[in-house]
DNA sequence: TCTTTGCACTTGCAAATTGCAAGCAAAATT
DNA sequence: AATTTTGCTTGCAATTTGCAAGTGCAAAGA
C-alpha cells in the first residue's frame, strides 16, 4: 500500500488524485447504474479495460474507501464489489456528467432513458438511484 | 491535429475522451473560479503542471470547444485562454465535485467560502456563477 | 477421481505518456 | 541595446499503460 501524495489541499485536485483518470469513474458508472459487481463484469465493458489496469483500480479505490471487497454469496470464486456511502455519494458527480454529455455527444438508445429521467427531474432522480444504492448496503 | 478515438458511445466515457486526466479539470478550475485566463497564470498554480502537459492540455480542450485561445488584448505577447458554453456549461459537475470533496476532505481557508456558498444554496450559486461567466463571453 | 472450465488476478515486455530541465523566438521592459 | 517576460518546443529518463500469456484456486463435468 503506497501512501497517498496529494499534488495541493485543493479539493477538486485531491479529488482527482483519487478518480482522475480514463478508468476509475466508469468502474464506478457500472457499479452506480448498470448492476455490475465482479471483475469478470467490469471486464466485460465495452471500453475494454486491460485486466492489470483493472486490478489496479479495484484496489486504488478499495484503498480509497469508494467500494469495498466482499464474498460472493454465490460463489467462492468470486468476490463481489460494491459501493461504499462515500462512492454513493458520487451519485451527483456521474449524473451532471451524463448531462452535459447529454447536450455535446449522441446518446445511445439504451441509455436514452435513464439520462431523460435525469434530466426531467434531477432531484428526484438523484434521489431515487440514492435510495436504491443505500438499500443494497443493508443486504 | 489527431482525430479523436472513442472507446465506447457512453456518454461518461466520451467525456472522459475529453477531460478524464489529472489536469484538464484543474486549467477549467483556474477558468472558472480563479480569474486565471493565460499559459502563464495556470503554470503558477500550486499542483506545478509541467509546461509540455499544459501546452498540450490546452490544444486538447481548445480542440474540443472547452476553452478558446484570443489575442489578449493588454500585450501582443500574452495569449488569453477563456472558457466557450460548452466549458461553462461544465460547472455543475466542478461544482458537484466540490460539494463532495468538502464532505471528505478538510477544506483550505480561502476556499472555504466559495464551497459554503455552494453548499447554502446550490442552484443559487450555480445560477450566479453561469451569470458572470457567460457574461465574459459578450466582452 | 481426474479433467476441464471459470474466475480473479499477476507477470513480462513493448509502447505511450509524463515529468523535468533546457532551449528558443517574439514581445515587452529597462 | 540589453535584459526579462511569455508561451511555448525539444530531449531524455522515468513512470504508466496496453496486450498477451501465465498462475492458482474453486466449482462443474466426465
Known sequence: METVKKR????????????????????????MF?????????LKSEEGIA???L??????LEENKIIEKLEHPGS???NLYRLTEKGIDLLPVLTEIYLWAEKFFSIPADIKATID???KDKEAFMQT???DLKKQLEE
Chains 1, 2 share one sequence.
Not at 479529488?15 to 476509475?24: A, I, M, P
Not at 448498470?34 to 467490469?42: E, L, Q
Request: net charge positive; hydrophobic share 35%; aromatic share 10%.
Open 76 to 78: 467462492k470464486a468470486k
Open 51 to 53: 485486466t492489470n489496469i
Open 129 to 131: 438511484t440514492m435510495k
Open 55 to 60: 486490478a489496479s483500480r479495484l484496489q486504488t
Open 117 to 119: 429521467e435525469a434530466k
Open 8 to 31: 495541493s489541499e485543493c479539493p477538486i485536485s485531491c479529488s482527482l488524485d483519487v478518480f482522475g483518470d480514463k478508468w476509475s469513474l466508469l468502474i464506478i458508472r457500472d457499479l
Open 34 to 42: 448498470w448492476g455490475k459487481s465482479t471483475y469478470g463484469d467490469f
